[in-house]
C-alpha cells in the first residue's frame, strides 16, 4: 500500500470519527430554546387543526346544555310568573264580577299552577330510595384556591404547626384591652369649630408631574446606573474603535470591571452582528457561562434563548435569533468540527484566558491559524492578569 493511499483511508477514518461526535454530542444535547424550523411550525398547524375540530364537536353540545339550564330557569321563573297573576287576579276582582270566560281562564291557571308544582313533587319523590344521576351544579371555579407563595417555600408545614401551636398557647383578652385603651375620636360640634382663616392658602409641597415608575423601569434603572458605574464603560467609544482598527486586541482588566458582560452588548450595539453574524465568547467553566449569559440577557432586556444565549455539553439554550453566544472552551472545540472557518461568527472573545487550561490553549493555536485567512475576524483575548507582551508576539 502506498503512502496516498494511506493517507487517504486515515483523512476517511478523521471524517467518520468527527461524523460520528458530532451526531453522538447532538443526540445527548438538551434543546432549551424553542425551534422555529419547519418542523416546528408543522406541529403548530397540526394542533391548531386538532383544536379547531375539537372546537366544532363541542360548541353543539355546549349549546344543548345552555339550553337546558335556561329552560330550568325560565320555567322557575313563569311559575313565580303565573302564581303573582292568579293572586293579583283574585285581589282585584272577585268571583262574581268575572264573566265565564274569565272565570274558565282563572281555572285554567290554577291548573297550570298545580300541574307545575305537582310535577316538582313528582321529581322530588323520584330520588327517594332509588339511586339518581348526580347533576352538575358544582362551580369548579370557586372550589379552585391559589397556591400560597409560602408553601413553596421548605419546611412550611413544620412552620405552620409550629405557629398554629405557638398561637393557642397564648390567652387573647380583646375585651379587657378594649376597656383599657383611650377614646379615639371625641365629639366635635359645629359651634367648637373654629377658623383661623376664610381663604385658602396654596401649598408649597410641589407636586411632581411626572407618574411614579413602574417595578420594571426602576430595574432597568438600576441595570443602567450599575452598567455606568463599571470601570469599563468609560473606554466604550475608544474600545470599539481599537476594535475596528485591529483584527487581535488583547483586553487586560480587574475582576468585576465588565469585560465579560459589557463588552459584548457594545459589540452588538456597534453593528458586529449585521448581516447574521454572531459575536461568541468563551468560559472556562460551564457554570460561567450559563450565570453570565443569564444576566447579560437581564441587562439587555430580552428572553434567555433568543438574542442572547449559551451553549455547554449537554445543554443548547440558543435559537436562530442569537447573537450573542456564550459557551465553554469544549463547546468551540466541537463547532470547530461542524465549521472550521468559524463563518458564522464576526466576533470571538476569549475570556479568563490566564486560566491556561488544555482546551484554552489548543483554541490559541486554533484562532491564530483562522485569523491569518479570516481578515473579517475580530479576536478578542481577555483576562484579568496577563502578559500582554507575549500573547501580542504569539499573535503576530
Same mark, same amino acid.
Not at 183 to 196: A, G, N, W
Not at 219 to 235: G, N
Not at 236 to 248: G, R, S
Not at 342 to 357: C, F, G, K, N, W
Given at each position: 500500500m502506498s503512502d496516498s493511499d494511506s493517507s487517504e483511508e486515515d483523512r476517511k477514518a478523521r471524517d467518520e470519527f468527527a461524523a460520528r461526535l458530532r451526531k453522538k454530542d447532538k443526540e445527548k444535547t438538551r434543546n432549551i430554546a424553542t425551534s422555529s424550523d419547519r418542523k416546528a411550525f408543522e406541529e403548530a398547524a397540526k394542533r391548531l387543526k386538532l383544536e379547531v375540530e375539537n372546537q366544532e364537536k363541542l360548541i353543539p353540545r355546549l349549546r344543548i346544555e345552555s339550553r337546558r339550564k335556561y329552560l330550568e330557569k325560565r320555567k322557575d321563573d313563569k311559575v313565580q310568573e303565573l302564581e303573582a297573576d292568579i293572586l293579583d287576579d283574585e285581589y282585584l276582582f272577585q268571583e262574581d264580577e268575572l264573566t265565564e270566560r274569565e272565570r274558565k281562564e282563572r281555572a285554567h291557571k290554577r291548573k297550570l299552577l298545580e300541574l307545575a308544582k305537582e310535577h316538582e313533587k313528582a321529581r322530588e319523590l323520584e330520588r327517594v330510595q332509588r339511586y339518581h344521576m348526580p347533576r352538575d351544579v358544582k362551580d369548579s371555579i370557586k372550589d379552585y384556591e391559589e397556591v400560597d407563595e409560602r408553601e413553596k417555600k421548605p419546611n412550611y408545614e413544620q412552620k405552620k404547626w409550629e405557629e398554629e401551636q405557638m398561637s393557642s398557647a397564648v390567652f387573647h383578652f380583646g375585651a379587657k384591652q378594649r376597656e383599657q385603651?383611650?377614646?379615639?375620636?371625641?365629639?366635635?360640634?359645629?359651634?367648637?369649630?373654629?377658623?383661623?382663616?376664610?381663604?385658602?392658602?396654596?401649598?408649597?409641597?410641589e407636586r411632581p408631574d411626572e407618574r411614579p415608575m413602574t417595578e420594571a423601569?426602576?430595574?432597568?434603572?438600576? /441595570? =443602567?446606573?450599575?452598567?455606568? @458605574?463599571?470601570?469599563?464603560?468609560?473606554?466604550?467609544?475608544? +474600545?470599539? *474603535? &481599537?476594535?475596528?482598527?485591529?483584527?487581535?486586541?488583547? /483586553? =487586560?482588566?480587574?475582576?468585576? @470591571?465588565?469585560?465579560?458582560?459589557?463588552?459584548?452588548?457594545? +459589540?452588538? *450595539? &456597534?453593528?458586529f452582528t449585521k448581516d447574521g453574524k454572531k459575536i461568541g465568547c468563551t468560559q472556562p467553566r460551564r457554570v460561567a457561562?450559563?450565570?453570565?449569559?443569564?444576566?447579560?440577557?437581564?441587562?439587555?432586556?430580552?428572553?434567555?434563548?433568543?438574542?442572547?444565549?449559551?451553549?455547554?455539553?449537554?445543554?443548547?439554550?440558543?435559537?436562530?435569533?442569537?447573537?450573542?453566544?456564550?459557551?465553554?472552551?469544549?463547546?468551540?472545540?466541537?463547532?470547530?468540527?461542524?465549521?472550521?472557518?468559524?463563518?458564522?461568527?464576526?466576533?470571538?472573545?476569549?475570556?479568563?484566558?490566564?486560566?491556561?487550561?488544555?482546551?484554552?490553549?489548543?483554541?490559541?493555536?486554533?484562532?491564530?491559524?483562522?485569523?491569518?485567512?479570516?481578515?473579517?475576524?475580530?479576536?478578542?483575548?481577555?483576562?484579568?492578569?496577563?502578559?500582554?507582551?507575549?500573547?501580542s508576539s504569539f499573535f503576530d
Open positions: 385603651q383611650d377614646v379615639e375620636y371625641d365629639l366635635v360640634l359645629d359651634s367648637q369649630i373654629d377658623f383661623i382663616q376664610a381663604l385658602s392658602m396654596p401649598g408649597t409641597k423601569q426602576k430595574k432597568r434603572m438600576t /441595570i =443602567e446606573e450599575t452598567q455606568k @458605574s463599571l470601570p469599563v464603560y468609560k473606554f466604550k467609544d475608544d +474600545l470599539i *474603535q &481599537a476594535i475596528k482598527d485591529h483584527q487581535v486586541l488583547i /483586553i =487586560e482588566g480587574e475582576t468585576g @470591571s465588565g469585560k465579560t458582560t459589557q463588552i459584548p452588548q457594545y +459589540l452588538w *450595539q &456597534a453593528g457561562a450559563m450565570s453570565v449569559a443569564a444576566r447579560v440577557a437581564e441587562e439587555a432586556g430580552v428572553k434567555l434563548g433568543n438574542e442572547v444565549g449559551y451553549s455547554i455539553r449537554f445543554e443548547d439554550c440558543t435559537s436562530e435569533r442569537t447573537v450573542l453566544k456564550y459557551m465553554t472552551d469544549g463547546t468551540l472545540h466541537r463547532e470547530f468540527l461542524s465549521e472550521p472557518d468559524l463563518q458564522t461568527y464576526s466576533v470571538m472573545i476569549i475570556d479568563e484566558a490566564h486560566e491556561r487550561t488544555l482546551h484554552t490553549d489548543i483554541l490559541f493555536g486554533l484562532v491564530k491559524d483562522i485569523a491569518r485567512f479570516r481578515p473579517d475576524l475580530k479576536l478578542l483575548i481577555s483576562s484579568a492578569t496577563l502578559d500582554a507582551e507575549k500573547f
